[in-house]
């Protein structure tokens, strides 16, 4: 699986921005997906997790009701819907695929496949 997670850029807090992480190399439908963030000087933390079908998700706490996961296995692209931006938001985003267990999805060890990562930079 290959991802290319793209839509980072510097907004200001209270705004909004979505990443975009497009996969290939298998069939997008038949696993699920998940977003993590690592910002400066910190570890990389779970932001939220999306089942195959995209009928479940699961959020941080820190998120919760700010962001929205999605996904359009038509497009096999995952989206990550962020509104209210705070400063601490400021991270690189990165997309993961494929977790071992649904159970674990908020570790980023149960993930053999990321992307690149997307800079998000809110400023105060």
């Known amino acids: 699986v290959q991802l290319q997670a793209s839509g980072g850029g510097l907004v200001q807090a209270g705004g909004s921005l979505r990443l975009s992480c497009a996969a290939s190399g298998r069939t997008f439908s038949s696993y699920a997906m998940g977003w993590f963030r690592q910002a400066p000087g910190k570890e990389r933390e779970f932001v939220a997790a999306i089942r195959w079908s995209g009928g479940t998700t699961y959020y941080a706490d820190s998120v919760k009701g700010r962001f929205t996961i999605s996904r359009d296995n038509a497009k096999n692209t995952v989206y990550l819907q962020m509104n209210s931006l705070k400063p601490e938001d400021t991270a690189v985003y990165y997309c993961?695929?494929?977790?071992?267990?649904?159970?674990?999805?908020?570790?980023?060890?149960?993930?053999?496949?990321w992307g690149q990562g997307t800079l998000v930079t809110v400023s105060s």
């Open positions: 993961a695929a494929d977790p071992r267990s649904w159970t674990r999805v908020g570790l980023e060890g149960e993930y053999d496949y």
